[in-house]
């Protein structure tokens, strides 16, 4: 099992930029592909990003194209999204999974963290 911590959410201007990182424990990190989706109010769960093992391959929504930069750090145990320009269509709790393949389907994704919200004020 892979347990999920997020952090780095918070609230910021839009144009602004913020951080999110995703912990994981134990030493199984490597052995999965990692996503981030996100949740706004009254919406479904959206997929925002994935990166592959290795930090070779990787896929984005094509709202967030030019913006978010996913990447991760095996050593760390801990995958990374990079959020800059951010607009107000941006807000929403962003959360980070583990699955087996990288894939804008939320079922292909076995562990979730709990979120962390983030805001962007107009």
């Known amino acids: 099992q892979v347990q999920l911590v997020e952090s780095g959410g918070g609230l910021v201007q839009a144009g602004g930029s913020l951080r999110l990182s995703c912990a994981a424990s134990g030493n199984t990190f490597r052995r999965y592909v990692m996503g981030w989706f996100r949740q706004a109010p009254g919406k479904q769960r959206e997929f925002v990003a994935a990166?592959?093992?290795?930090?070779?391959?990787?896929k984005y929504q094509d709202s967030v194209k030019g913006r978010f930069t996913i990447s991760r750090d095996n050593a760390k145990n801990t995958v990374y999204l990079q959020m800059d320009s951010l607009k107000p269509e941006d807000t929403a709790v962003y959360s980070c999974a583990a699955g087996s393949l990288i894939t804008t389907s939320d079922v292909h994704y076995d562990y979730w963290g709990q979120g962390t919200q983030v805001t962007v004020s107009s």
């Open positions: 990166v592959d093992l290795i930090n070779v391959y990787t």
